[in-house]
């Protein structure tokens, strides 16, 4: 019974959460984990699209072998056991099945790794990028750096509990957002200034390491406007769960306006800065 018990829980969860991610979108709720969610975040990007495209080949492939080598032991145990069969055969070589047993699984690893180079190389360089944005990892929050728009530069440190304003999320709101345009390729160059961090954003399906002393490129774009969260996904020291990543898409108007706001910030005195806020 505690097992029908455990189905039948399972089963609601999945129900539930099927019935509660639309009604969560709806209402504007993007780019973050679900309560009860199974699977993947909700693909907002290019890139992410490709990564659900060979999860669904991959479960498919890996689904088929399943029932096929299910199917085998039922009819191997049916066939083959002592009732049926008191005296064993004594065959010890078979060249065609030692053949396919094989080449078949060789064939399957090339199925797999073709589209997987093609999505490692889809999202290793930036096509056409319409603009760049440098990440830096520190212990322990992240810099992000806009060089196409005259070096503005914002430090992105993770809310605190006790500074949580009404609708704010636990452990992945920040005080300064990565703030982009939508609809436009934007060339991630990450880096670091002490220990391996990992730039992680699920909603888009990107994820680059950020190492001391070298530079790694990746990509991402938003289809649509909205706030994508994600985290460091490299245990980086003591406050590794504190390096929360935000970053909120919004038309090209609202990013110009915003960048003349980071501007204005940024040549104004500490003292003064604090007045204006």
Known sequence: MRIVRRLLAVLAAGIFNLSAAPFAWAQGVVGQPLPWEMGMQRSFGPIKNRVIDLHNLVLLIITLITLFVAALLIWVMLRYNARRNPTPSQTSHHPVLEIAWTVVPVLILVIIAIPSFRL????????????????????????????????????????ADEDLKPGQLRLLDVDNQMVIPVGKKIRILTNSTDVIHSFF?????????????????????????????????????????????????????????????????????????????
């Open 120 to 159: 490692i190389y889809y999202q290793d360089r930036t096509p056409d990028p319409d603009m760049t944005i440098k990440v830096i990892g520190h212990q322990w929050y992240w810099e992000y750096s806009y060089p196409d728009q005259g070096d503005v530069d914002v430090e992105s440190r993770y809310v």
């Open 201 to 277: 954003i699920p909603s888009f399906g990107v994820q680059r390491y950020a190492i001391p002393g070298r530079t790694i490129e990746t990509w991402l774009e938003a289809d649509r406007v909205g706030t994508f969260y994600g985290e460091c996904n490299q245990i980086c020291g003591q406050y590794h769960s504190r390096m929360p990543i935000s970053i909120r898409a919004v038309s090209e108007a609202d990013f110009d306006a915003w960048v003349e706001q980071a501007k204005k910030s940024a040549s104004l005195t500490p003292l003064a800065r604090i007045a204006s806020q």
